[in-house]
């Protein structure tokens, strides 16, 4: 049987399955580890991802059946960027190459299992997005009825990225935080089980992209790791997976985590910065960076806590600063991602800037999270030069621009 902790109170004795919360002091609660005897390895010659580190995932048995080929995403070196920014090493881990197009589907994958294996028919989530579309194709996949509460205003793109799946779409008005807390509710009395961004299996299922990170860098970890932030699970995810892997002596060094915020919604960063363990929820919140936008991030303080014990780092930077780094991903190294993932560029070039960063710091690993095809509305207001010439002016006009 599965056991939960809290990282404030400790181990629970007993957790409302509806609810990812901790029944003491109301933070996010977490798998405990299992202990396996032998130690944990991974299996490379394994074909899935969730397969390969079967060992540190709380799933009594895989069904491969109810995969849809998530993970193993590449780790690209971008060599004209850390050149640019006089850095030997910076790699992005394209997240855009999972299923639905974001690092969503690691996740997903795993709480569905787990949601088929205990029985249950009704999953849901609540999202502006990525984990909706994430959801609604496994839920599809996994032949379960699927709920997907949608905030009011989300993007005409991802409704329809979502709906293709054929789940019971609901667009809700008012606040983001209250309709989180009211799916919960809702969900337990209705008998759905709502996965949402910081399920525990969720959790446990981002700890992938850390697994292969390490996998991919020879088994070692990076330096810095760069993590766009929204409601936390994400990057904690990441954090317990590099825990896992010191704990069972894997790894030598643990690497800074650098959570990266939108300055029109920050208030993680805004608490980091000032000293604070607790956030406040900022008094207005305006950015184009919708996938991060979180004003009451429910794993928040949880985040503070295991950055601060970790010395992380966690900044902000404006959308001007993400959507620049986003053209750069594109023109420089061929990668089109969300302006929310161009946000760990930004800060990347950020603390080079301040000299936090040197070429000796070591290597930085950019978790880019999901594809800017995804926001194509933005992609209007781009300048693209266009050569506008009659066939018979090819040959000249060609010459001209080399």
Same mark, same amino acid.
């Given at each position: ?5 809290? %990282? ?59 995969? %849809? ?6 780790? *690209? ?26 690092? /969503? ?5 795993? @709480? ?19 984990? @909706? ?15 997907? %509460? ?21 667009? +809700? ?10 799916? %919960? ?26 697994? $292969? ?13 760069? *993590? ?19 704990? $069972? ?33 900022? @008094? ?5 960076? &919708? ?11 949880? +985040?503070?806590?295991?950055? &601060? ?18 053209? $750069? ?19 990347? /070039? /950020?603390? *080079?800037? @301040? ?28 300048? +693209? ?18």
């Amino acid at each position: 049987m599965d056991r939960f902790e809290c %990282l404030i109170c400790g181990p629970v004795a007993s957790r409302d399955p509806y609810s990812p919360f901790c029944p003491g002091c109301a933070e996010p609660l977490f798998l405990v580890p299992a202990a396996r005897s032998g130690g944990k390895i991974i299996h490379e010659d394994r074909p899935l991802a969730l397969e390969r580190f079967a060992d540190f995932l709380p799933l009594d048995g895989i069904d491969p059946g109810l995969s %849809l080929g998530e993970g193993m995403t590449p780790l *690209v070196r971008l060599g004209r960027t850390g050149a640019a920014m006089g850095l030997a090493a910076v790699y992005a881990k394209n997240e855009a190459q999972n299923p639905t197009g974001s690092f /969503k589907d690691r996740g997903t994958a795993v @709480a569905v299992q787990k949601a088929v294996s205990l029985g249950i028919k009704r999953i849901g989530t609540v999202s502006t997005g990525n984990m @909706a579309a994430s959801t609604a194709a496994y839920g599809a996949r996994a032949g379960l009825e699927t709920f997907v %509460l949608l905030k009011e205003g989300t993007a005409v793109t991802s409704l329809k990225a979502a709906g293709i799946h054929g789940p019971r779409l609901i667009a +809700v008005e008012g606040d983001y935080g209250s309709l989180f807390r009211a799916s %919960l509710d809702v969900g337990k009395r209705l008998g759905i089980s709502f996965m949402n961004s910081i399920d525990p299996y969720r959790m446990e299922g981002y700890k992938l992209t850390a697994f $292969e990170i390490y996998l991919q860098m020879g088994r070692r970890s990076p330096r810095f790791l760069f *993590v766009p932030l929204s409601s936390g699970g994400h990057l904690l995810g990441l954090m317990r997976a590099f825990e896992d892997l010191e704990r $069972e002596k894997l790894i030598a060094t643990y690497p800074t985590f650098v959570g990266v915020q939108a300055q029109g919604c920050a208030p993680l960063a805004t608490a980091f910065a000032a000293g604070l363990d607790r956030y406040e929820r900022p @008094a207005e919140v305006r950015t184009i960076a &919708h996938a991060i936008s979180n004003p009451t991030p429910p794993a928040g303080n949880a +985040v503070l806590r295991l950055i &601060h014990d970790h010395k992380g780092i966690l900044l902000a930077v404006t959308d001007e600063e993400m959507l620049e780094a986003q053209r $750069e991903l594109a023109a420089a190294e061929g990668l089109f991602c969300q302006p929310e993932s161009a946000t760990t560029l930004a800060a990347l /070039k /950020k603390l *080079v800037a @301040a000299g936090r960063i040197a070429e000796k710091s070591g290597d930085a690993v950019l978790v880019l999270t999901g594809s800017g095809l995804k926001t194509p509305h933005l992609l209007e207001s781009v300048p +693209v030069e266009i050569h506008r010439i009659p066939l018979s002016g090819l040959e000249s006009c060609l010459s001209r621009l080399f």
